[in-house]
């Protein structure tokens, strides 16, 4: 089993910045793509960021694209989300979740496993 923990979330005001961590932990499988979610209350959860295990590929959503990225440090089993300019519409819980390929994924049936998720909170 393959265990993700998430941090970083917070409060932050409109405009500021926030970067969210999850390292990954357990049986470990191979060069597995990650990606982050969201969900904000009343909505369902939303696909926001993915990378490859290379990182040569990653993938945004729109309403992120120029704001956040996504990377990651696979010595360190741990992938990240630095989010600027924040804005109120960014408040939700997000999630951190690998898959079992390598290919990104924007659909939450294609992640194997996810994080308890990390609170952000965007005050304007």
């Known amino acids: 089993q393959v265990q993700l923990v998430e941090s970083g979330g917070g409060l932050a005001q409109a405009g500021g910045s926030l970067r969210l961590s999850c390292t990954a932990s357990?049986?470990?499988?191979?060069?597995?793509?990650m990606g982050w979610f969201r969900q904000a209350p009343g909505k369902e959860r939303e696909f926001v960021a993915a990378?490859?295990?290379?990182?040569?590929?990653?993938y945004n959503r729109d309403a992120v694209k120029g704001r956040f990225t996504i990377s990651r440090d696979n010595a360190k089993n741990t992938v990240y989300l630095q989010m600027n300019s924040l804005k109120p519409e960014d408040t939700a819980v997000y999630y951190c979740a690998a898959r079992q390929l390598g290919s990104l994924a924007t659909m939450r049936d294609e992640y194997t496993y996810w994080g308890q998720g990390t609170q952000v909170t965007v005050s304007s």
């Open positions: 357990g049986r470990t499988f191979s060069r597995p793509a």
């Open positions: 990378i490859t295990w290379s990182r040569l590929n990653t």
